[in-house]
Nanobody, 126 residues
Framework: QVQLVESGGGLVQAGRSLRLSCAASGRSFTSYSMGWFRQAPGKEREFVAGTRWSAGSVYYSEYADSVKGRFKISRDNAKNSVYLQMNSLKPEDTAVYYC????????????????WGQGTQVTVSS
């Protein structure tokens, strides 16, 4: 059974940093696309960042425009984990952040997601 468990959320002041972690279990996720989505109150869930296997044994990362230059996604295949380093946080980053994984399709805006975590709350105060 595939499980994604997020951690690292919390309350932080604007301009500070936070690091989210997602531990995957149930199978090896080395070849999976993994990433993060978020959902703010009253808004639809949106893509934040994704990382996927690419040619030449390289992982390719993508980011939503709203977080480019501030957020960085990384993964540790030995730990079956993916991380989201969030810097220069803004109040508009406040949302529930969800870890996601796909067997084949790249994670990006509008993508169908195979597996979801339960979410972790991130609140940024001004």
């Amino acid at each position: 059974q595939v499980q994604l468990v997020e951690s690292g959320g919390g309350l932080v002041q604007a301009g500070r940093s936070l690091r989210l972690s997602c531990a995957a279990s149930g199978r090896s996720f080395t070849s999976y696309s993994m990433g993060w989505f978020r959902q703010a109150p009253g808004k639809e869930r949106e893509f934040v960042a994704g990382t996927r296997w690419s040619a030449g044994s390289v992982y390719y990362s993508e980011y939503a425009d709203s977080v480019k230059g501030r957020f960085k996604i990384s993964r540790d295949n030995a730990k079956n984990s993916v991380y989201l380093q969030m810097n220069s946080l803004k109040p508009e980053d406040t949302a529930v952040y969800y870890c996601a994984a796909n067997i084949a399709q790249a994670l990006r805006a509008g993508a169908r997601v195979d597996y979801w975590g339960q979410g972790t709350q991130v609140t940024v105060s001004s």
